[in-house]
């Protein structure tokens, strides 16, 4: 089974970039997947913010779209995500997801990041 | 409209049918998928497709469309249902949608 995990700073500076990889295990990241990530923010729904093929296709939120950019590292089986001029709005529960006919079918256990000075 | 409308909460006897409800333009062009969300923990998928349930899920979960509207049905609730459940469905334009979420409280 395919197994998810975050990883980056839990804490951000108002205008400033949020980082996060997501590695993946269990499963190769070249593999018939779309390599998604998805948001919460305290006691609020989900939001989707983009997503990745291996082959380097994205597609990404327009409401989102002209701050996130999402790249892959086949070499180290894991994506990421870059969020730029982020406001208090942007704190959330971040998590990568894998996408396939199913649906959002494995999930990482999410990483709080908190944008603030 | 690119938006998926579900109701904020709904409640159910242990024991008895509830049935989550999702609106949505996209929902007469593709189907539904649903997820379970517990407190701190990430979301679980329990419903995709036309009517399918990953491995794992009971077999209480259930899913149906028509029109715009798909649901989620839970037939014999159990007091480890209670949870968050979303609707996810796909535009036009391949955006993902979320629905606002449905709080269920089994009593």
């Known amino acids: 089974q395919v197994q998810l995990q975050e990883s980056g700073p839990g804490l951000v500076k108002p205008s400033g970039t949020l980082s996060l990889t997501c590695a993946v295990s269990?499963?190769?990241?070249?593999?018939?997947?779309?390599w998604s990530w998805i948001r919460q923010p305290p006691g609020k729904g989900l939001e989707w913010i983009g997503e990745?093929?291996?082959?380097?296709?994205?597609n990404y939120n327009p409401s989102l779209k002209s701050r996130v950019t999402i790249s892959v590292d086949k070499s180290k089986n894991q994506f990421s995500l870059k969020l730029s001029s982020v406001t208090a709005a942007d704190t959330a529960v971040y998590y990568c997801?894998?996408?396939?006919?199913?649906?959002?079918?494995?999930w990482g256990q999410g990483t709080l990041v908190t944008v603030s000075s | 409209s690119s938006e998926l409308t579900q109701d904020p909460a709904v409640s159910v006897a242990l024991g008895q049918t509830v049935r989550i409800t999702c609106q949505g333009d996209?929902?007469?062009?593709?189907?539904a998928s649903w997820y379970q969300q517990k407190p701190g923990q990430a979301p679980v998928l329990v419903i995709y497709?036309?009517?399918n349930r990953p491995s794992g899920i009971p077999d209480r979960f259930s899913g149906s469309s028509s029109g715009n509207t798909a649901s989620l049905t839970i037939t014999g609730a159990q007091a480890e249902d209670e949870a968050d459940y979303y609707c996810?469905?796909?535009?036009?334009?391949?955006?993902?949608?979320f629905g606002g979420g449905t709080k269920l409280t089994v009593l």
């Open positions: 997801a894998r996408r396939n006919s199913s649906g959002f079918s494995d």
């Open positions: 269990g499963g190769s990241i070249s593999s018939s997947n779309w």
């Open positions: 990745i093929y291996h082959s380097g296709s994205t």
């Open positions: 996209s929902l007469r062009s593709y189907y």
């Open positions: 497709g036309k009517n």
């Open positions: 996810n469905s796909r535009d036009s334009s391949g955006n993902h949608l």
